[in-house]
């Protein structure tokens, strides 16, 4: 049987001689030009090194690539520490410091602008992820759902943005691994998770079903489940238990980033 492999990454993010380089398809001086251009309407720094009109700057980026390339290089053990899924599981580092930084705002403010950069470094673990598939057909990526009010807050999927940026950074677009729009879906009451004891915090993400018309689509395919941040990694667990039942072989979860043991409330 043929096995379905993806091209050779045509993305900014490279790997070799165990070093990472960071490269553009447009030439850097167009980059500072357009970011300068931009700072005169909307004034930024550098979340990294507080370097002026720019979001986050070459050196720092090329510095999360560096500290994704390490986590990806170990898998989580399935989130796999938490010993929640059992599946293999990558991440691209610790919610925490630059990349908290960027994060948060692009989850929490609309800073969509910041797609990129985080696509950039959520393709080190989902390229990893994606080289698990066994199958003659592109692996589906499986975002996690957030509750409907969420995403009329937000005005967007973002975990599905992040999962499409970071295709585009490995080279892979269109059909050949889609991303499943809505193919998970909450269930009615479905609250966040923060603040729940650890029995209710199961009882909610327990909360997710597949939607009823993607059934048949995932149905004896490779899967990867994308996240953005993994906590206890019970969502992710009810995510990959739904989906299994439904036919579905999940291979990997991906995570852009995983938090350290919070006390609960503590999130952000």
């Known amino acids: 049987m043929h096995r379905w492999e993806p091209e050779r990454p045509t993305a900014r993010v490279c790997a070799h001689h165990g070093g990472m380089t960071w490269t553009s398809r ?3 001086a167009l980059r500072d030009l357009a970011a ?14 507080e370097l002026p009109n720019r979001a986050c700057c070459d050196d720092c980026v090329e510095e999360l690539l560096r500290e994704a390339l390490a986590a990806a290089s170990a898998p989580a053990g399935g989130h796999g520490a938490s010993g929640e899924t059992g599946l293999p599981g990558f991440s691209a580092g610790s919610h925490e410091g630059l990349l908290r930084d960027l994060l948060v705002p692009f989850k929490h403010a609309g800073r969509t602008s910041l797609a990129p950069i985080l696509g ?19 692996p589906l990526i499986v975002p996690v759902p957030s509750r409907p009010e969420r995403v009329r807050e937000r005005g967007y999927r973002h975990v599905e943005v992040l999962g499409r940026a970071a295709l585009r950074e490995i080279g892979i677009t269109g059909p050949r691994a889609p991303i499943m729009r809505r193919a998970l879906r909450t269930m009615p009451g479905r609250t966040s998770q923060v603040g729940l004891r650890a029995g209710a915090r199961r009882r909610n993400a327990a909360k997710i079903a597949v939607s009823s018309r993607m059934v048949s689509r995932v149905r004896t395919r490779e899967v990867i489940l994308l996240d953005d941040v993994q906590t206890t990694g019970e969502t992710l667990a009810a995510a990959a238990a739904v989906l299994t039942r439904e036919g579905a072989k999940v291979v990997a979860v991906v995570t852009l980033a995983q938090a350290r043991r919070h006390a609960p409330g503590k999130l952000f």
């Open 26 to 28: 447009v030439p850097r």
């Open 120 to 138: 950039t470094v959520l393709a080190v673990p989902l390229a990893r992820a994606l080289a698990l598939a066994r199958g003659p057909d592109p």
């Open 36 to 49: 300068d251009l931009a700072a005169l309407v909307w004034p930024v720094e550098c979340a990294g090194c």
